[in-house]
């Protein structure tokens, strides 16, 4: 039996297109969104089943949709994965975000992912795919002393934000090459052909299926 396409969420059209007036900065839940990452990516039959992502069936996943700009380092931001509960505020600040979030998830879930609607909404599906894939690889869950999963006291996952595999300037690369810059295994796996193809990505996302048809 084939399995119906799994159609890629778009964001909320009043956030991209606000209309005459402009439209104040929104944060709105994307519970379909959600489902569509677990569907997606993190079931074992799903299209685009990711083992890294595996710890992430243990964890709760919030997602939320903004039209609110977001430049950091001289770069624009489309997307931002965050640990829960929120910590780095004062103490009413902490308490009001904490409240506001438990509302619009019916809980604390255990990380925050954030995506730009509009640049969202002008994605083609292989860039929207791996804009959400960027965010879950931030998503991680720690290690102890010797390199394997942490648990807390009580049996559940240690949850982390994890950095980046590679993070140096096209430049340095240029003149050093990839040895010193420290990112020969990104080159290397540049070199081969993507592990998902372009077919795979359209059948999970659906957008240009449903341009074909």
């Not at 297109?17 to 677990?38: C, K, N, S, Y």
């Not at 509009?118 to 879950?136: I, K, T």
């Not at 931030?138 to 595999?165: E, T, V, W, Y």
Request: charged fraction near 20%; charge should be negative; include cysteine.
């Amino acid at each position: 039996m084939v399995k119906p396409t799994l159609m890629r969420p778009m964001p909320p059209v009043d956030l991209v297109e606000p209309g005459i007036l402009e439209m104040p900065d929104r944060f709105r839940p994307a519970p379909d969104v959600t489902e569509w990452i677990e569907n997606a990516f993190l079931y074992d039959d799903a299209p685009l089943f990711n083992p890294d992502h595996r710890h992430l069936m243990d964890a709760q996943i919030g997602v939320l949709w903004t039209n609110c700009d977001n430049n950091r380092n001289m770069r624009v931001v489309l997307g931002q994965a965050e640990l829960m509960p929120p910590m780095a505020m004062g103490k009413w600040q902490r308490a009001r975000a904490i409240q506001q979030i438990e509302e619009w998830f019916e809980g604390m879930p255990d990380f925050l992912i954030t995506l730009s609607a509009p640049a969202a909404a002008g994605m083609d599906d292989a860039s929207f795919c791996a804009l959400v894939e960027h965010e879950l690889y931030h998503c991680a869950q720690n290690q102890d002393l010797f390199g394997m999963p942490k648990f807390k006291n009580d049996g559940s996952p240690s949850f982390g934000i994890r950095g980046h595999d590679v993070e140096e300037f096209v430049g340095v690369v240029a003149r050093y090459g990839a040895g010193p810059a420290g990112v020969a295994a990104m080159v290397e796996a540049a070199q081969h052909a993507p592990l998902v193809a372009p077919a795979s990505i359209a059948g999970v996302c659906g957008t240009c299926l449903r341009l074909a048809a």
